[in-house]
């Protein structure tokens, strides 16, 4: 019997608009070596590694007259050229060319009658680079029995690790009538499962709505802030088809010696210096800031404690473990430390008991746990009414060591969020080798400026690096 989708894995199916699709993206920026970094290597790498991902050779099958959750099955005519696809810039490549690109390929939803993902290699970037761009459907990376292929194909020297061959021969995809008998053994076992799911393919969408709460009440913890709505601010709009990109490059260094000066955390300085740039783009578009302005994040964490997770842990061992706090971020405090001491303090209400993961614990995770705790994070974040949160922000620690794909060494990573419904903006962040690296994904009408806000990230760790002293 096929896996059938679980019902949170489904409702990112059933929830998908033309203005929200539901994938997750990535941006990893490589070196090319002198040996070169070229698409059919990549290919190769791809078909390599690809059996560590099984779910990454499947396809969603829905069941006739949708009495049941879809399932999955193999594709039997499987074509790893259409998923990993090449792409190329005018040279010299710019970075404001790269994100125009990453923005139109996030902007076009995956095809629904095939594997949900797609790898695009970039060439003819400045400074003999190339990019990486992935997209994967928020169906597919539940981290448990699937995590994001960006993970695999990543080594920790130049000399790729070498796998047994992988000899993949696709099951025979069941017929209608064999997935309708499967379903009405389903039914006949789970009962109230068959009106949930008529009232899904009626396109009740408050049927969907609240399946998906369910089990978003088991998974995550709500903060005591979701019983006000939240604040007022232009992120919350009507959006569009199509999105804008931009990124912003730190030093990890400046938020260990800000951790170091005031006794917080390196995500709480982060957040801080998200406060601090929301502050002086809403400013800069005269938008009335006072002083008791906020702007509402939903920040999702890894939340078991460390001594329940081994040195060898994978990424699905978090899986089912990922909470979402609401944090009002105190944009209109003008104070750079001051807006620190607020961020500090509500983050430390969260995360009493120890229930938080430590950065320490995430990157003992096998492989580049990054992309897939990203894709986690965005399915915490769905489960919630987006009357009560702003953005999404996650911020994901990653090694702290050089990482390779088919020798190529990668410089950076930039996460793409996805937008949520009435909301123009998710903000991603990864601290990999000693950097921390942004990625803003925007609406395209409504975030015309994202690269302002990009570019504002500077000035606000600036200003709270210069209250450490």
Known sequence: MPPRLSALDAS????????????????????????GFDYDGLVDLVEQRIALVPRYRQKVRH???????????????????????????????????????????????????????????????????????????????????????????????????????????????????????????????RPSELVDNVRTAAGDALATAGKVAGVATKLFTVARTASRRAPGTPLNVDISTQRRFAVARTELQAYRRIRAAHGCTVNDAVLSVISGALRNWLLSRGEPVTASAAV???????????????????????????????????VGEASPLVRLRHVSHAMAEHTAGGQSVGADTLVRIGGFAPPTLHALGARAA???????????????????????????????????????????????????????????????????DVDVLAGLVDEALDELLATAG
């Open 12 to 35: 990112f199916l059933y929830l998908e608009e033309a203005t929200t699709p539901m994938h997750v993206g990535g941006v990893a920026i490589f070196e090319r070596p002198p040996a």
């Open 63 to 189: 069941v006739p007259g949708n009495i049941a959750r879809p399932v999955w099955v193999d594709d039997q005519d499987f074509d790893i050229a259409y998923h990993v696809r090449r792409s190329a810039l005018p040279r010299p490549g710019s970075d404001e060319a790269l994100a125009e690109l990453v923005a139109r390929l996030m902007s076009r939803p995956l095809d629904h009658t095939r594997p949900l993902w797609e790898m695009y290699l970039v060439e003819g970037l400045a400074d003999n680079r190339a990019a990486v761009v992935t997209k994967t459907h928020q169906a597919m990376v539940d981290g448990i029995s699937a995590i994001d292929i960006a993970q695999v194909i990543l080594d920790v020297s130049p000399e790729p690790r070498v796998l047994p061959e992988d000899l993949w021969m696709p099951h025979p995809e069941p017929g209608s009538a064999t997935l309708m008998l499967e379903a009405l053994g389903d039914m006949v076992s």
């Open 296 to 330: 509402r994040a939903m920040v999702p964490l890894s939340v078991r404690g460390e001594a329940d997770v081994p040195s060898s842990a994978t990424a699905g061992s978090l899986g089912n473990r990922v909470s979402s706090f609401l944090v009002d971020l105190p």
């Open 382 to 448: 769905s489960g919630f009414s987006k009357r009560i949160f702003n953005l999404v922000v996650t911020n994901v620690p990653g090694p702290q060591f050089p990482l390779y794909a088919a020798g190529a060494r990668m410089l950076e990573m930039f996460p793409v969020v996805p937008l949520a419904k009435g909301q123009a903006l998710a903000i991603g962040l990864t601290s990999y080798d000693g950097g921390v690296y942004y990625g803003f994904n925007g609406d395209r009408d409504a975030m015309h």
